[in-house]
């Protein structure tokens, strides 16, 4: 691949952690050809000194590694003031001239690392101030949070469409990297005994949980204003629900799968009003113990408001009103200080008309297809066998397949599959403004009754699933939350 990538906010934590070792690795593959990066951020500092600092990144996110002088060889860095229009005429000239010198043939890609009041701000710049006038491609690679509600998303895509075409916008949604994301669709249509399965006939309801052992360190500020909902589900969780739910498309290019994902996000069914609080659950953490270690409430954390409102946990069940989905439940759960790191998906069938291999007083387990999405990478089929030995009883057996070699968390694999797909024009595994806008709509309707009522936070201790009404949303369905352990 031959491009310029210019990083705004290559000091930061994001790019440090993810996009130089994820560079590292494309390099390591062989997958840049003619490449080079200039880094871009507020402070000054010399190539000398950015290049030290994206070989320490390197050396440890993935240890000591060949050829590390010859890529940071590449990685260039200017001092800029995003506001400042002759940051970006100075800026634009250097480029041209590393283009030149690496015969980049005019390609751009802008990664905004950076905090997301500058992202709009930093597309008009880079427009009027020439640095898109490009005679290659020019690509946008957008960092979330896209926006805090509907209103301020469609100014901020009017901002950045002023310079970028959607068809040249990226915009992340790291969960889109993960492996086992990407398998979701795999796993369905290229199954011929899941897709026939696959609707409110067989399934009775699907489960993704998304939980996380940290509390909100120091990102105290930022969080306040943003809060599980935001952070969590109006992305991350919706878009596995897109994936899950969505018709096969006609073929698997970028636009048929979108438009698919779109569809889903039309299909939901608006939650607002009162309704909010029968469908959707929120929760903050108090104490607790994790590890064996003792934490402290959101409220003490760092930059935190001692009454703080902001949720760091919700469930909710989401209804998808269209044909093959209508009555089946999805339900969501993500937070942070829960029991355990893990995200993962359970598909749960329906019973069987009769159970003809127990007692009346046993219950015959429902067959689960459980995709794990992180810490590990596999799936594991749920069902009903014979007990070894025994007359005619049943019992669970699991069918697993596992992903092996990636254990790590946040290994940087997603972004360096998502930098690559932008670098290859493949925008399959971004988010479409259509999806975001369908998703804030969405989001918008809870967050603005949240927003006028306050919970008697904390709610839930740190180290558990949650507050207790997470689990009552399923009773009252009939149903409970198949443990992630
Ligand atoms: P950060 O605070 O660590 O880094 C911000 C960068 O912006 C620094 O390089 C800083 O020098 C630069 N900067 C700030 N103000 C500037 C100015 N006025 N002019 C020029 N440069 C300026 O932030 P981060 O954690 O790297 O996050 C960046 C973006 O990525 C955010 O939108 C965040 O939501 C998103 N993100 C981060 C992570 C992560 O793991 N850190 C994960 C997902 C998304």
Not at 246 to 258: A, G, S, V
Not at 383 to 399: C, I, P, R, S
Not at 423 to 438: C, I, K, L, P, Q
Request: proline share 4%.
């Amino acid at each position: 691949m031959t491009s310029l990538i210019m990083i705004f906010g290559a000091t930061g934590d994001l790019a440090k952690r993810k996009l130089f070792p994820s560079l590292y690795r494309l390099f390591s593959k062989n997958k840049l050809d003619k490449f080079a990066v200039i880094g871009v951020a507020r402070r000054p500092l010399s190539n000398d000194e950015f290049q030290q600092s994206v070989k320490d990144s390197v050396l440890s996110a993935l240890g000591n590694k060949d050829n590390l002088d010859e890529f940071v060889s590449h990685f260039y860095y200017q001092s800029h003031d995003v506001a400042d229009s002759n940051s970006y005429v100075s800026l634009k000239k250097f480029a041209d001239e590393i283009d030149t010198n690496y015969k980049l043939e005019g390609n751009r890609i802008f990664y905004l690392a950076m905090a997301p009041e500058f992202f709009g701000p930093i597309a008009l710049h880079l427009k009027s101030d020439g640095l898109t006038d490009v005679t290659g491609y020019k690509r946008l690679v957008i960092e979330k949070p896209f926006g805090h509600d509907l209103a301020s998303a469609k100014e901020l895509n009017k901002q950045i469409r002023t310079a970028f075409s959607e068809e040249e916008v990226y915009r992340i949604d790291h969960y889109l990297g993960k492996e086992m994301v990407r398998n979701i669709e795999v796993i369905r249509f290229a199954n011929a005994i899941f897709e026939p399965l696959w609707n409110n006939r067989y399934i009775s309801n699907i489960q993704i949980t998304s939980s996380e052992t940290l509390g909100v360190e120091e990102r105290g500020r930022y969080y306040e204003s943003s809060g599980a909902l935001r952070d969590m589900l109006q992305n991350h969780m919706m878009q596995m629900v897109a994936l899950l739910a969505m018709e096969p498309p006609i073929k698997l290019t970028t636009d048929e799968i979108r438009s698919e994902k779109v569809r889903v996000f039309r299909a939901l069914r608006t939650v607002d009003g009162e309704e909010v609080n029968q469908f959707f659950v929120r929760g903050q953490y108090g104490e607790g113990t994790i590890e064996d270690e003792q934490v402290p409430k959101y409220r003490d954390e760092p930059m935190v408001d001692k009454e703080s409102n902001t949720e760091t946990f919700v469930a909710g069940k989401i209804m998808i009103d269209n044909f093959r989905w209508a009555g089946v439940p999805f339900y969501i759960r993500t937070g942070k200080r829960m029991t355990t790191k893990s995200t993962k998906i359970v598909i749960q069938f329906k019973d069987i008309p009769m159970n003809l291999y127990y007692q009346t007083e046993k219950m015959l387990n429902p067959n689960l297809l459980v995709i794990h999405i992180q810490p590990e990478e596999g799936i594991t089929l749920h069902l009903n066998a014979k007990k070894a030995g025994g007359h005619l009883d049943a019992q669970t057996v699991k069918l697993s397949f596992a992903n092996t070699g990636i254990h790590a968390m946040n290994t940087p694999e997603g972004y360096e599959k998502l930098l690559f797909d932008c670098m290859r024009g493949d925008a399959t595994n971004f988010t479409h403004w259509d999806e975001v806008a369908y998703s804030w709509a969405f989001v918008d309707k809870i967050s603005e009754v949240w927003e006028k009522t306050k919970e008697s936070f904390p709610n839930y201790q740190s180290g558990t699933m949650g507050p207790k009404e997470t689990d009552e949303l399923l009773e009252k369905d009939g149903y409970f939350w198949w443990p992630v352990t």
